[in-house]
C-alpha cells in the first residue's frame, strides 16, 4: 500500500511563492513518475508538472517559467516550487504518483493521489 504525504500549501499574495512537497512512503518501485493536478470546483484536475525517477519534466503551458518540480534529494520526495503566483492558481493541489512507470501517460495511469493541499492566492 502506498501513502502520499503532502506538505505546505497555504494563502499568499498574488506574485508571491508558496513550495509543496510530497513524500511517498510503502511499496515504491525505483522507476516511478511523481508530480501535481489542481482541482478547481467544478472543473476537472488538471495537470500541472511531473517529473520521472529519470529526471525528465513536463509542465502545463500556464506554469512554465514560473513553476520548477525539482526532485528532493530524499528518495521518493517530489517538491513543487511556485513563483509569481495569480489568483486563478487558487486550488487543490494534488500529489500524484505513477508507480513502475517510466513517464507521464495521463491522469488515468495514476496510480495513487495524495489528500491535496489548499492554495489560496489573494489579490
Known amino acids: 500500500q502506498v501513502h502520499l504525504e503532502e506538505a505546505g500549501g497555504g494563502s499568499v499574495r498574488a506574485g508571491e511563492s508558496l513550495r509543496l512537497s510530497c513524500a511517498a512512503s510503502?511499496?515504491?518501485?525505483?522507476?516511478?513518475?511523481m508530480g501535481w493536478y489542481r482541482e478547481t470546483p467544478g472543473l476537472q484536475r488538471e495537470l500541472v508538472a511531473t517529473i520521472s525517477s529519470e529526471g525528465t519534466t513536463i509542465y502545463s503551458d500556464f506554469v512554465k517559467g514560473r513553476f520548477t518540480i525539482p526532485r528532493a534529494n530524499v528518495k521518493n520526495m517530489v517538491i513543487l516550487q511556485m513563483d509569481r503566483l495569480k489568483p486563478e492558481e487558487t486550488a487543490v493541489y494534488y500529489c500524484a504518483l505513477q508507480n513502475g512507470q517510466s513517464f507521464y501517460s495521463g491522469i488515468d495511469a495514476i496510480d495513487d493521489w495524495g489528500e491535496g493541499s489548499q492554495v489560496t492566492v489573494s489579490s
Open positions: 510503502g511499496t515504491i518501485w525505483n522507476t516511478n513518475v
